[in-house]
């Protein structure tokens, strides 16, 4: 009996060493399977936990780290966000003025950070070191094919059965169309954009002006021209920088190219009636996912001989679009893509409505200021009638006095753009509604301000 | 005694069993850690096992798949060298054309995969989405003091005291140099070259011509020119693309600025006798580390205003430079600056002088063909007199007949640069030497048959 007790432990003791022994086995090989997966393929977990490292640093919500920022003991420092600052960005400068002034699209950032795992992307140190693709050009055909299908889905341009070409953001690709429509001309090219007009068209023109082409302000001045002989390029900028209009080409014409600029035509900023049609049209990252860093923009061209001229330019001024940026630009499409593709439309749409439903009623209280209107639309992309989501208040100081009414703005402690950039009058200012969440809450917190101390005076 | 053999193996029981439990115990808790992790931070893990699965894709060792290659079931195809083809890049194609024709340098593709941990770079979904940086720059201030490092490290270049700026490759910043300096002159600048030249100088200074500057051919023509009142531009190669001669200004003068183009100026390719302390100062990336992909090239300014002038131009073409190259090209910088730093140079120069070694071996036995004649010479970052390793062969058809060398070469399936695209007579041709082993094997094997048959028909 005692002995049959003893086996029984005997056993057991076995058993469980057994156990234990195999456990610890298992894990000794698994760990020794890691080992050789490390030595083998692991070269980026490195790179990961680096990335993972930075973006735990905690930055208040008011910023972030970034793996290429300034470094402070050992590990990259908070980039904050205009206004804030500190070493964690929990500092608020109370007297600070609310930055309205560039078209930064940071508005999106939030979406990226909570879409990070399908939207990072490992660079090897490896990767497309070649001048061109292994098809001899300088466009990587998958990340073409992806853009087509969020143009699809967005339903906002008609893509088959045009080129597609790659610049250093819409700007490059801005010149490079000017430069393509320019050539072999009997006369030099005037230049124009109907005002309010995005500025860069003038200093950009300006500052690579030659004999072939000239800025010539605005477009509407030549509606009527009885001059039907001077050879026009006309930038259509539709929805319109600053006033979110969608506008048609003001002139017409066998001597008249136009070069749309469609850069905010997205369900972000604008109803989409239809999609987009024209021979040359241009797009960029910056305005679609909000990656103006990125500097990637580009072009859809019905006509090869002037696809072929923007190319030339392309080639001219740089060779071709960095790897990095292209790939990157990928692993966004394929977020982008997920599903039916929908989520960033609707995301962005609804950010950008909520600001300007925000905007709209401090704005109604005032009679001081108006804000252009934009009427509800049938949109393509929504199916059904939507109200506006402009990336830009354009602001219209209604007062006698008020002739400048980036003064006003400045006098409030807000940093608008004036008027006169866009080739009007300084009674208007553009206001940024595309910047941070903090942008845009101080900007409503000082136009409320202004206007209650306006009102309270009267 | 029986009850305290009991009492032994009862405890002995309780303690593996608790040890057992202690084991699963840890275990659990650890992966329960890293489950939470997994949700908190580790986005980036995705990231890293889709790059780490694309390089475990077996090419032969005659290609590379990439991340973003055209996806065939479900994975990236293998991109072959030239010459190589078939799914896996194995299949060898005995009657393809060795391409020595563009300076693609992927001689450098190996270092890199060699270092596959230490160069991987994650781009979140968010980096650095703004135009600017924290600085209101479009450069990252990390990005400028490691380029510095690196310059210190090769002794290359006097950096302190230089004002820094990023362009679209050293191509955009040639272009951004002739505009700055060529601003509010009395009189059209010529821009010159001494041949052989780069051909790129003439091609893009042609491209975008105004009234301000125009290309007007060889430096050399303008040397003892009687007109001192010319402005004149020269772009000064050195080392020199194609011949590798280290070079100094041909044209002296008042009116005379010079543009340095000092792309091959590291160990990889030239000695180094002295830091190179220009007034204008153009690298790039892909000279330097391979990566002609990036499109990331720098300058070194010793002018403000002319500095100032530049970045206006790089602001005009596309705002600023892609925040992925910049990134990425971080990354590699920090790779490089491993340890000593020498690595890479130490790398590139035994490759390139190995390969130049190798093809004078064969070039020697001829007397159809020679080329460049490089001196031994002292080299400030090896510390001794080092021979030659330039990144091109200047190839000279010595008989009286061969008066297109390029022809000569095309007939023996050899694809170089004819001598006219320098501006010299097509009695040279260039050969790249900076490709891949395989393209400079073929290199290598289609010469040696020339030769020999030239020797054996003699």
Redesign the interface.
Known sequence: M?GN??RR??Y??CL??S??LN??LV?NVYLGDEWKKQK??????????????V??ISCSGHG?A??????VDGKPVC??NTCYGGPDCSLFSPDCAADAL?G???F??PF??Q??????????????????F?DDSYI????ETHIRRAHAVARNAITKGKYFIF???S??LL?AAVYALSMNLSSTAKVVAAAPAYPLYK??TD?????RFEYDGDASLFKNSSDTTANLIEFVTSPNNPDGNLREAVLQGPKVRAIYDHVYYWPHFTAIPAPANEDVMIFTM?KFT???????GWAFVKDEDVYQKMQ??IE?????????????A???MK?ILQADGREIFEYAYKKMSYRWRKLSDILVLSERFSIQEIPPLFCNFFERVRGPSPAYAWLKCERENDTNCNQVLRAANIIGRAGSAFNVEDRYARLSLLKTDDDFNLLLLRLGKLISEDIYTI
Chains 1, 2 share one sequence.
């Open positions: 005692m007790q003893i432990f005997f057991s003791v469980l060493a156990a234990a456990i610890f894990r083998l393929s692991n070269w980026a977990e490195e790179a990961a936990a680096e990335a993972e490292a973006a735990l972030r970034y793996l290429d920022g300034a470094v980039e904050c560039r930064d699209p940071l999106l950032e990226w950070m879409h990070a795992a399908s939207s990072a992307v490992v660079v090897a140190g490896w990767h497309r070191m070649s001048y061109t292994s990587s055909q998958e990340l610049g250093g953001g700007t490059q010149a200093t950009q500052f690579f002006q030659n004999t910056s909000g990656h103006a860093g990125s500097r990637l030339s330019y001219a001024a740089e060779i071709g679009i960095s790897r990095e940026a292209q790939l990157r990928l692993k966004l977020a």
